[in-house]
């Protein structure tokens, strides 16, 4: 069973550039992971400081091999610095379809 999430978290005034940057080489390691099907992530048209990242993977251990890559521990570090709070906000998703 597939594992879909997304991330929401909103740039510190004056870090957007920096959060993209971050986010687009976060993606380009993200999306060759083996068990990544996607990887997707975007600014809200009417707000470019909030992001919104849409996450599937092929299932748990999927997941599990992602959230326990060494880059990914580089960007939550250097995006703790950069966003409101301390770190991204996930939300779970079910598939509705079957």
Same mark, same amino acid.
């Given at each position: 069973m597939t594992k879909s999430l997304y991330a929401e +978290?909103?740039?510190l005034p004056g870090k957007e550039q920096?959060?993209?940057? !971050?986010?687009? !080489?976060?993606?380009?390691h993200v999306r060759r992971e083996e068990g990544n099907v996607v990887f997707q992530p975007f600014t809200?048209?009417?707000?470019?400081r909030r992001f919104f990242v849409f996450e599937e993977?092929?299932?748990?251990?999927? +997941?599990d091999a992602h959230i326990s890559a060494e880059y990914g521990a580089r960007f939550n570090a250097?995006?703790?610095?950069? !966003?409101e709070g301390t770190s991204s906000d996930l939300t779970w998703l079910a598939s509705i379809d079957s």
């Open positions: +978290f909103t740039a920096r959060v993209s940057e !971050i986010l687009q !080489i976060l993606a380009a809200r048209a009417t707000d470019p993977y092929v299932n748990d251990a999927a +997941f250097e995006l703790a610095t950069l !966003i």
